[in-house]
């Protein structure tokens, strides 16, 4: 039986799911991923590994440094272990002293470690001139990526990355450790090496940290991936995942997305904004306890002083925009003083506060101008920086977020251009207003609407949590809790708690004689100490 049914079907309708889409979307089948070899140059990168490990070839996997590229890392590391293949390496580039992507200098490491097949995670689809020295001193690369491509390809053994131009794939959302997985699934279709059938499930759990971590849409394969990962990840073995959770005081078996989002993620990305990738890539990837409580202790150390430098940059930047006498459609901003490995985390927060697209930039350790940008509102920042592309000396990225780096006489007029090609990208995704069909009463609030709820989930870009409207929602208690009473409690008739974090009264106008209002909320499941209780999240607050 479907409990509220007229919700159910607006939550469908919200999300354009016809009929005909339904099962699939409600019930996820992993059997119903699209075959691997759809993607291009697939065949020949399956074959051409199997050959580097049947020739016991030195094998290279060059991931990005990011929650995307080094849980793709570990997809491939977890394979090579399956097969016992162990003439392999593997490079993680330094944030700020390397950049994104390939670079000439780590070729020539490669080439030193006397590789034959380099396979890159996450990156690689701009590396025309890696791609070129690697193929003189007799290294074969294998691309896998998922970045949208420049006109002119790298001349690689092989390119798996479904938004090549050429390519018929029919789904194009994939994350870098989703083209890893389906590589893995191509090279164990044809040969097993002995491995049991099945168990490339179980890096599933680093796909649905990938893909919840690196703003693709959580729809079609994306959402069979992240759904059966998340199961995966609730019950993963890897000592790296025990000893996070631990650290956060999490329950392992009631991990969600956004434990993922706000928890993991953070502290992962943490090691290479703050100079150590690899000490992710060991956490994620050792066997041994104690190094794993080692390592979470580091990631967790590493990840508070990343916080305090972030925060200093924030207060910098907003205080010289409220300087400015207009704040143009798409803001850019940066400091020659600024490390470019910090620069997304800023950017994220002035698209919270401005509303509207922001690029920010720093100086990189070769003294280049490089930065990171995010989206607002479903802006194609790839589209973006197309249409200003002579600003640019280059970049990248995808619809969410991207990087760039650029010369200083071209930042006098980047904003400019950038708010003037804004329009040009049409119409964007309309902002999320008051839910009028998604309206309840707090005597709706319990487990028949959260089943209801958590069938849509998981929940991320593509697939927003419903915003539920409640009117005339009484209050019996407003109160500040949190060590520093930083976050704000409504308690509602019935019990019902209602919170926002990092919020006070003041944040939504309330005064303490208020007694009722029309909250907007996402309805959500608690395990605070063990504890589940239903909670509402408060979007916004208007009085009644």
Partial sequence: MQYFPELFEAMLKERGITSEEQEDFLNPDYEKLHDPLGLPDMEKARDRVIKAIKDNE??????????DGLPGAIVLSDFFSRIGYENISFYIPHRHDEGFGLNLDAIKEIAERGAKLLIT???????????????QK?????????HKP??????????????????????????????AFKLVQ?????ESFGVKPGMEKWSLDMVAIATLSDMVPLLGENRILTRFGLSV?????????????KRMNMDQSTVSEDDITFMITPRINAASRMGVPEDAFKLLRTKDYEEAERLALHLEKINNERKGVVASLV??????????????DVIVIGNPEWRPSLLGLVANSLVEEYERPAFVWGRSGDGTLKGSCRSYNGCDLFALMSLAGDEFIEFGGHTGAGGFSVTLESLTTLEEKLSQALPQLGSPTSKLEEEENLAINISDIGENLWSLVSSFAPFGMGNKKPIFKIPKAEIKLIRQFGKANEHLELTLNSNIKAISFFSSPSTYNLAPSTSSCTLLANLEKSYFRN??????????????
Avoid at 138 to 146: E, K, S, W
Avoid at 315 to 327: P, Q, T
């Fill in 233 to 245: 990840l609730r019950k993963s073995p890897r000592p790296g995942l025990a000893a996070l959770f």
């Fill in 58 to 67: 030195h094998i290279v996997v060059f991931s990005d440094y990011d929650c």
């Fill in 121 to 135: 995670i996450d990156c690689g689809i701009a590396g025309n001139k890696e791609v070129a020295l690697a193929n």
């Fill in 186 to 190: 191509a090279v164990i279709a044809h």
């Fill in 315 to 328: 207060k910098e930047a907003k205080s010289r925009i409220a300087d400015r006498e207009v704040i143009a």
């Fill in 150 to 179: 420049n006109p002119i390809l790298p001349d690689a053994y092989a390119i798996v990355n479904q938004n090549r131009e050429d390519s018929d794939y029919p789904f194009k959302g994939l994350c870098g450790a989703g083209v």
């Fill in 138 to 146: 007799g290294i074969d690369v294998i691309i896998t990526d998922h």
């Fill in 531 to 544: 504890r589940p209780e239903l909670r509402l999240r408060i979007v916004d607050i208007m009085q009644s």
